[in-house]
């Protein structure tokens, strides 16, 4: 059980466009979902926690009018770039966890490349 | 300082060794402690999850978690090649259970 499904694994857009990636709980409902980026060997950075039927909450620094999240049910929620460009260009990691639960289970990742 | 403090390694050991990895931290109110594996370019992978302090077996790995000394350890026994990845530590308060993350310590199994 636990397991996170997170689509589509690698993406190329073109800058000015934006993007839409996917989250879901395939076994759970998770009351609430994280969004982070990854650079090259560093950790995770976080990004915004959104629980389900609430407006995320974004991390200092994080723009929420680039970074859309939205997370309208129990098993999804989604992350979308806007206006995307070259400096967007990262690995973007969704987990999610379970009603009073500590534990996060993580999706595969989605890479993003801007060009 | 940070919260949460990890060596980054890389740790390199032969096939078979027992290894350590470990992370330290600052925040008193932490109670869930929890090890992500992750391989290159892909997501992290929940290994072990611990509540308070006390150990925690789950075949050839085992998490100890010493909360008056705010240190947990992940041990691996028996390391084989695969177990080549990079080890995360996370732990969190109740109540927003955002976890926090170490900045991960990169293993290397040699045959």
């Known amino acids: 059980g636990a397991v996170v499904s997170q689509h589509p694994s690698w993406v190329i857009c073109k800058s000015g466009t934006s993007v839409k990636i996917e989250c879901r709980s395939l076994?759970?409902?998770?009351?609430?979902m994280f969004w982070y980026r990854q650079f090259p060997k560093q950790s995770l950075m976080l990004m915004a926690t959104?629980?389900?039927?609430?407006?995320?909450?974004?991390e200092q620094g994080v723009e929420k009018d680039k970074f859309l999240i939205n997370h309208a049910s129990l098993t999804l929620s989604t992350l979308t770039v806007t206006s995307a460009h070259p400096e967007d260009s990262s690995f973007y990691i969704c987990s999610a966890r379970k009603r009073g639960r500590a534990e996060a289970f993580f999706g595969q990742g989605t890479r993003l490349t801007v060009v | 300082q940070k919260e949460v403090e990890q060596d980054p390694g890389p740790l390199s050991v032969p096939e078979g060794a027992i290894v350590s990895l470990n992370c330290t931290y600052s925040?008193?109110?932490?109670?869930?402690f929890m090890w992500y594996r992750q391989y290159s370019r892909k997501g992290p992978e929940l290994l072990m999850y611990t509540y308070s302090s006390g150990n925690k077996e789950d075949g050839r790995f085992t998490a100890q978690v010493d909360k008056s000394s705010k240190y947990i350890s992940l041990f691996i026994r028996d390391s084989q090649p695969s177990d080549s990845a990079t080890y995360l530590c996370?732990?969190?308060?109740?109540?927003?259970?955002?976890?926090?993350f170490g900045r991960g310590t990169s293993l290397i199994v040699h045959p």
């Open positions: 925040n008193s109110a932490f109670q869930y």
């Open positions: 959104s629980n389900e039927g609430s407006k995320a909450t974004y």
């Open positions: 996370a732990m969190s308060a109740g109540g927003s259970y955002i976890p926090t």
């Open positions: 076994d759970f409902q998770a009351t609430t």
